[in-house]
């Protein structure tokens, strides 16, 4: 019985046990499948882009082999026209022969042309040819025909406007910046001539401006309009085509001469003026003198108001004085006389000679100043150091241009009040004489 059991109990048990069995081995069946399935499914998709990488291969190895082609033949057809150009090349230079300098010639030509039509004041109104003549520069060609022909002509037109006398109209612009247009006369190449005088022509801008300083006798457009009709001028020409009268703007007059010279400079221009206006002064009392003096002698018995009649008024005076007596009279009157005629020649004579002391001073401060600008800057520059110098040198002429007129005027002046005091010596001489016959006599 208990065996029976035992088995009935066993057999249980093991029903349970097969059922869970089976119900796994089917789920791992199924999971086999499904990863079977899954698996398939994977090659397919690797097997499909297999074929599709080897079509794309294919592909592309074809479009290289196509543009493998394609580069073998242009690099035989690049070789081919490189020695076609090479032979064009040599053949162009066999052909040419000179004409490479002649390009050069006509660009030197049209070059100078166009520096000349954009300086001379033919471009007024002579630049037709202007932009043939710039095409002609900026080329990198050989001209052609019509651009020599160009040349040519714009060549010829420069020659007859430089012998022309022609009435133009110019834009103008004044001192104050206004610009108008003027009418004007075109002298050649030379230049323009305005109701004031010569006109600086600016051919960049195109317009016309007046020169700072004119030429004395200088042209004005009413003489050129009476010339034109064909009567005669002579004019003052400037022959630089305005050079000439930019620089004379720039040649200091005696105003800026003086400026110059500095302080030491006005102080030799006063010296200068104070010696001239005693030498002045004298030279008119000295020549008084004389006058007064050549009426005296024509009446001596009559003594007057001047040197030689108060020398005679002495001896009038006192008849009887005894030689001796008479003449040192006489030798203190005319002492008296002489130094009221030397009066300011002494100073005269200073004037003359402190002058061109001055003037050295001047020269030194000049150059004193001329080498501290030299420390300060160099000497690259010559125009910082040309105050110094304008001082040194202008000074110095100063001091001489002072000295000479002074030192004549002294000389002059001396003369003149010797000539008197010889005059009033040989008076008195004669008076002595005189008085001494009269003596004798009465012994």
Known sequence: MKIKALVAALCLFT??????????????????QAQQQHNAEREQGFKMTEREFKAQRDVLLKQR???QGETDKLSTTFSKNENELAKLEQQLRLETGSLGELFGVVRQAAKDLDSEMG?????????????VIDSIVQA?????????????????????????????????IDGQGKSANVDAYRLGSLGLIGDQGYLAWDGKRGSAKPYLKQPQNGPVSNQLSELEQGGMLAMVVDPSRG????????APELKDRIEHGGVVGKIILGLLAVGLGIGLIRGTKLFAIRQQI??????????????????LSVYSKEPNRSVEALELRLLETIVDEQQGLEKGLSMLK??????????LLGTVTGMIETFQVITQFGNGDPTVMAGGISM?????????????????AHNMLTTQAETIRSILEKQGISLVAEQAEKAGMTA
């Open 350 to 359: 200073l004037l003359a000679a402190l002058a061109p002391m001055l003037g």
């Open 119 to 131: 300086f001379s004041v033919t471009g007024v109104d002579r630049n037709q040819y202007r932009r």
């Open 140 to 172: 990198r060609t050989l001209p052609s025909l019509e651009e020599l022909t160009g040349l040519w002509k714009g060549l010829e037109e420069q020659i007859t406007a430089s012998r022309e006398l022609r009435a133009v109209s110019v834009p103008f």
């Open 15 to 32: 029903v349970p046990v097969v059922s869970a069995n089976t119900s796994l081995v089917q789920a791992t069946r199924q999971e086999a």
């Open 294 to 311: 050549k009426k005296q002698l024509k009446t001596p018995e009559t003594p007057g108001n001047n040197p030689l009649g108060r020398v």
């Open 65 to 67: 082999q196509q543009l």
């Open 243 to 250: 050079f000439m009268l930019e620089q004379l703007a720039n």
């Open 392 to 408: 040194a040198l202008v000074t110095t002429v100063l001091g001489l241009v002072a000295a000479m007129p002074l030192l004549l």
